[in-house]
């Protein structure tokens, strides 16, 4: 088991050796998708441009969450504290429900990965749902900051269900997945 690190934590050269091996488990396989992968990537190490280091940097941009209106627009409200992403990623993972403290990124995975109620491919198709869901949130959170398009959470929840479904059905295990993940039916 892996002790539980948050990006603002690295500060040393080892902290950022072991922040990207467990990327490289969670994120980069080869079934999945590269853009999903990518932004989960960016997401993971804090680099997706959210209000809160465009301010830092001198940028003006709307500091408050673009979801709820109330948090920060910054990686650890919106992967998953903030109310909107959290009834999201709960609404495709239930058992996520169970955290007494909304969990960030690398909890969420981490979670999977500590579990011995999934085996290895369920543990990958979970992996595989976060990154798509992470991909979904911003695309949502941008459409809403730049174009003024707004989803609901149970629209956002189908979009990200229609898009792993379009991926996994090719996977050797979709109908065991099916039975093991009552949003995939
Ligand atoms: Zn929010």
């Not at 909890?107 to 990154?131: A, G, H, R």
């Not at 798509?132 to 149970?154: A, D, G």
């Amino acid at each position: 088991m892996v002790s539980l690190i948050l990006p603002s934590q690295l500060s040393t050269k080892n902290s950022l050796v072991l922040l990207r091996r467990l990327c490289g488990t969670f994120i980069w396989h080869k079934k999945k998708s590269l853009r999903f992968s990518s932004y989960a990537w960016m997401a993971m190490l804090g680099k997706l441009k959210t209000a809160d280091h465009l301010n830092l940097r001198g940028i003006e941009a709307l500091p408050t969450c673009s979801f709820c209106s109330e948090g920060r627009d910054c990686h650890s409200h919106i992967f998953f504290s903030c109310d909107f992403s959290y009834i999201v990623i709960t609404s495709l993972f239930p058992p996520l429900g169970a955290f007494l403290l909304r969990p960030n990124l690398m909890q969420t995975f981490q979670w999977f990965d500590d579990s011995v109620d999934y085996c290895c491919w369920e543990k990958n198709f979970c992996y595989f749902t976060i990154c798509c869901t992470i991909y979904y949130l911003w695309h949502e959170r941008n459409s809403r900051r730049f174009e003024n398009v707004w989803k609901s959470p149970s629209q956002l929840f189908y979009i990200i269900r229609n898009a792993i479904i379009a991926k996994v059905k090719h996977w050797n295990r979709f109908d065991e997945l099916k039975d093991r993940f009552s949003f995939l039916n």
